[in-house]
């Protein structure tokens, strides 16, 4: 594997699980996702955490807050680069793009949460960085909605709206079995 590819764990973090957020779809998202930090330090391939440090009063990702941490199995090794964020963006007030440059990176593959705001926000921007982007679907989440109307948008079908846009322009979408027997063949 080239060291031209690197992982980006977005904002795996315990207060997602705290209230408001509300119902999530796919709750195999910790398990795939740790399939994928398991993969990466197996090799030794370029891998950057992302961490939403929220500059929001009462927010359950703020860096005072207990929720701040990371979830169980994704905490960063010592080795590992973490990227503080407090917008939906990874490349927005941080340095992410100049350690991937420094690093040669050309490809990123993005999971974590959530699939229709940080996720899909970081992967945008990636792309429209110069970067080919892969987002592994079955490693992310997102939350239910309100419409805005009286009614609730469901989590899956708020995360099947947003794949099918990052896959239309601008990013290549996939799970983490594909992704993983992909690159095992390289």
Known sequence: MPS??????????????????????????????QRLLAAW??????????????VQAG???????????FRDG????????????????????TDLDLRLRRLGVDTVIVFGVSTDMCVS????????LGYRTI???DACFCFDLDDGAGGTLA?????AAHLATLRA????????SELLAALAEL
């Open 135 to 137: 987002v592994v679907a």
């Open 121 to 128: 926000t970081t992967a945008r921007m990636a792309s429209n």
């Open 59 to 69: 927010s359950t990702l703020r860096p005072d807050h207990p929720g701040n941490a």
């Open 74 to 93: 994704f905490e960063p090794r010592a080795s590992e680069a973490v990227v503080s964020k407090s917008v939906n963006s990874a490349f927005i007030g």
């Open 4 to 33: 031209s590819i690197a992982l980006i764990p977005i904002d795996v973090q315990r207060g997602f699980d705290y209230p408001p957020w509300g119902r999530r779809n796919n709750l195999h998202m910790e398990r795939n996702g």
């Open 169 to 176: 322009e601008f990013a290549q979408v996939m799970d983490t």
């Open 155 to 159: 989590a899956e079908a708020i995360s």
């Open 41 to 54: 330090r197996e090799r030794g391939w370029p891998l950057i955490h992302v961490r939403h440090d929220s």
